[in-house]
């Protein structure tokens, strides 16, 4: 397994990272999650050793990581790059063979990948020729052409349509169930609750949250609550104690609310206020978790 | 997997990509065109023989003419055209040979076999038709006196053309032998010449990684100091490879044109000339690297390269003096500065102007240069290569590299 102790990094004076520790075991999905600037990118290229940390280690299965485990992770960067007049095929051949691959195994692997992206046709264009989201697909296809056994994956789902992102998430989701042990940051929590049983949370440079989704839910000291109603919900939600937070869109209610608040008698005396249209109580999504954590 | 394997797969990639590349194909097909045109131009140009035609007024004329044209040819080779061929125009009176003179028609008027008239003095085909003329006429005036003592006229050409001194050195080289020093000039160019060249494609393939940011994903599995070693490989295959191309069409070329006998060169000159190139092309080009990566934006790649160029410049001049003083102060404080001394003492070792206590000191000198550089390049490589924005200042890529 991948795992991450209390990593310390600073540009300058920005703190990028400040005693971050986790961990991603093999055959398992890991979304890291945390605000803009919070040091997921940072976390991310240390694995690599393409920042060198001022305290802690990254280590793989209890060793030290050198290149030549490295060779054996697949790692696509936040920037995107290829070499833009490279033809598709040639590039992701390299990208093998840097690994170790024999040319003809990574030949063969290339244009297995080319073909899983519906690309095949357009393996001796150069990457410059092909569009955005194409482009991205070939840059997971070089992380994933020599079969990894860590995969890191810095924003895979930005900038990808709907149906692009659907396949990136069955791809991911096939490399963990053989095995891989994948890692990836996003902004989209609604991707991440979907795809993910285990997350990490960063805020300014340390872990705040980690576990798995449904564990964190149930432990989780809130709870959501959704309330639509005919006439003036606001003397009602009065009634209650420990509310944390109130989003208002149209006439839906959203709330986060203490675990521990008494709900007794609550439904009835919302029915009692008005046409009620719509109510749910439930543990807390994803994004309120996240919300909580780094505010 | 070996780190050879690894710096071959990089190397490899260079070549066939930028081999393939069509700003590779078309400097090959310019260099080569412009090689051949300044093989064969000049000789269309200055190869045949010299014309000239003279006036002529009065008698004993025709005599300087002759013996003129005879000293001048007397040195060709028996297949070679003539170097000159004098015609003579007769003119009644010097009038009408002035005004020929000052139509151009003719070069210049004899008179009486005792003067000489030009259009004026001081350009450049007047003093030498004139010059012709005066040594024509002064053979001439001996020719007379040797016949009055009963030689051969032909005698006395065959002296005046003549090398009577045998020449000898103090390093023990052949008379005549200037091919070492022509060499050592031509391989001095050439080295300047790549350096500048190939160490720009070094830079800017450098840049041009770390500026589509490709070099993130290829630094997650390769060490930077093998990647450096792989470009400079590649490019330095490649550039040898359009090196040695245009030198051999060039050698060619100058042999069908016979403008140029490929001088008898000796195997020692030939190995410290090639030794010489890799070692000053691997100093340069580990420089060239570092800089290239030192800067995001192609547009400032050539600034950063500003100081390497310099010293190349300032290392060429260095072996100029060289060449003419070669075991002068400046030759000698060339050898021993690494970046100066693949310059200098290619140019003195051609010259056996060096002992060999101080080649191969420096030789020792540069290797470790070149050493201590791919070390220091490296780091500065890996500081630099993820760092955005603007020029990365040398002190914060060395420190950020620290491990
Ligand atoms: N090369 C660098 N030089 C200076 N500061 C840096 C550098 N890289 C990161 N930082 C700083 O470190 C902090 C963490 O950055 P990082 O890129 O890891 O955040 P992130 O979680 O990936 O953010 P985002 O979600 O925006 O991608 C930020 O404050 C950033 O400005
Ligand atoms: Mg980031």
Redesign the pocket.
């Known amino acids: 397994m991948l795992a991450i102790q209390d990593l310390h990094?600073t540009?300058?004076n920005?703190?990028?990272?400040d005693g971050c520790t986790f961990g991603v075991e093999r055959g398992r999905m890991l979304g890291f999650l945390?605000?803009?600037?919070?040091?997921?990118?940072?976390?991310?290229?240390s694995i690599f050793g393409l920042?060198h940390h001022e305290k802690g280690s990254v280590t793989w299965d209890d060793n030290e990581i050198t290149i030549n485990e490295r060779r054996r992770f697949g790692y696509m960067p936040?920037e995107r790059g290829l070499y833009p007049k490279m033809k598709a095929h040639d590039q992701l051949t390299y990208l093998g063979r840097l690994r170790g691959m024999s040319a003809s195994d990574a030949s063969k692997s290339a244009d297995n990948w080319l073909e899983r992206f519906d690309l095949a046709d357009r393996r001796t264009d150069p990457v410059e020729a092909l569009s955005h989201g194409n482009q991205q697909r070939v840059q997971l296809a070089a992380a994933l052409i020599h079969d990894p056994e860590l995969l890191v994956l810095?924003?895979p789902f930005s900038g990808l349509d709907p149906i692009a992102a659907e396949t990136m998430g069955d791809i991911l989701r096939e490399q963990a169930a053989k095995g891989t042990a994948v890692v990836f940051?996003s902004?989209q929590l609604d991707v991440v609750e979907d795809l993910c049983e285990d997350v990490a949370i960063?805020n300014r440079?340390s872990i705040v949250v980690e576990g798995t989704v449904k564990q964190l839910k149930d432990a989780a000291p809130i709870r959501h609550i959704e309330l639509d109603i005919d006439g003036d919900p606001e003397p009602l939600l009065a009634s209650l104690d420990g509310i944390r937070h109130t989003t208002v869109n149209g006439s839906m209610h959203t709330v986060i609310i203490d675990a521990d608040t008494d709900m007794r008698g609550f439904l009835a005396r919302a029915q009692n206020a008005g046409r009620l249209r719509h109510f749910t109580y439930t543990t807390p999504s994803l994004s309120d978790l996240f919300r909580e954590a780094v505010q | 997997m070996t780190a050879t394997s690894i710096i071959w797969q990089v190397a490899r990639r260079e070549i066939t990509e930028r081999g393939r590349s069509k700003a590779y194909l078309i400097t090959t097909v310019v260099t080569l065109l412009l090689v051949l045109g300044l093989v064969i131009v000049p000789s269309l140009l200055g190869g045949g023989t010299e014309e000239y035609t003279i006036g002529s007024i009065g008698e004993g004329n025709q005599p300087i003419v002759e013996s003129a044209e005879l000293l001048r040819n007397a040195g060709d080779e028996p297949e070679d055209e003539e170097s000159v061929a004098i015609s003579i125009v007769e003119f009644g009176n010097l009038e009408d040979a002035e005004t020929a003179l000052a139509d151009g028609e003719v070069d210049a008027v004899l008179v009486d076999g005792s003067e000489v008239v030009v259009e004026s003095v001081g350009g450049f085909g007047d003093s030498a038709v004139v010059s012709l003329l005066q040594r024509g006429a002064a053979s001439v005036e001996l020719e007379v006196i040797v016949s009055e003592s009963g030689q051969a006229a032909t005698d006395v050409i065959d002296v005046m053309t003549s090398d009577p001194l045998e020449t000898t050195t103090l390093s023990g080289q052949e008379a005549g032998d200037e091919s070492a020093g022509v060499l050592a000039y031509a391989g001095l160019m050439l080295l300047y010449i790549a350096i500048l060249l190939y160490g720009t494609w070094i830079l800017t393939g450098v840049t041009e990684e770390k500026s589509n940011r490709v070099v993130e994903v290829l630094l997650s599995s390769v060490k930077p100091w093998q990647l450096l070693a792989g470009k400079i490989a590649g490019i330095g295959i490649l550039g040898i490879a359009q090196f040695t191309g245009t030198i051999l069409v060039a050698i060619v070329a100058l042999q069908l044109t016979g403008a140029f006998e490929l001088p008898n060169i000796g195997v020692s000159s030939v190995v410290t000339l090639v030794v010489w190139f890799v070692l000053g092309f691997l100093l340069y080009a580990v420089m060239f690297g570092a800089a290239g990566s030192l800067v995001s934006r192609m547009e400032d790649a050539q600034n950063v390269a500003f100081p390497m160029s310099l010293t190349a410049v300032a290392g060429f001049f260095v072996s100029i003096a060289a060449l003419n003083d070669p075991d002068g102060a400046a030759a000698v404080i060339g050898t021993f500065i690494p970046l100066t001394a693949p310059f200098v003492v290619p140019v003195r070792a051609a010259l056996d102007a060096i002992p060999l206590w101080q080649y191969l000191l420096s030789i020792v000198m540069v290797l470790a240069t070149i050493a201590g550089m791919t070390l220091v390049a490296g780091r500065i490589y890996a500081g630099a290569l993820?760092?955005?924005g603007g020029r990365t200042k040398l002190r914060e890529a060395w420190r950020?590299a620290a491990e």
């Open positions: 990094k540009f300058g920005v703190v990028a990272l945390g605000p803009n600037g919070a040091g997921k990118t940072t976390a991310m290229r920042i936040e810095d924003e940051s902004h960063i440079g | 993820l760092r955005y950020s």
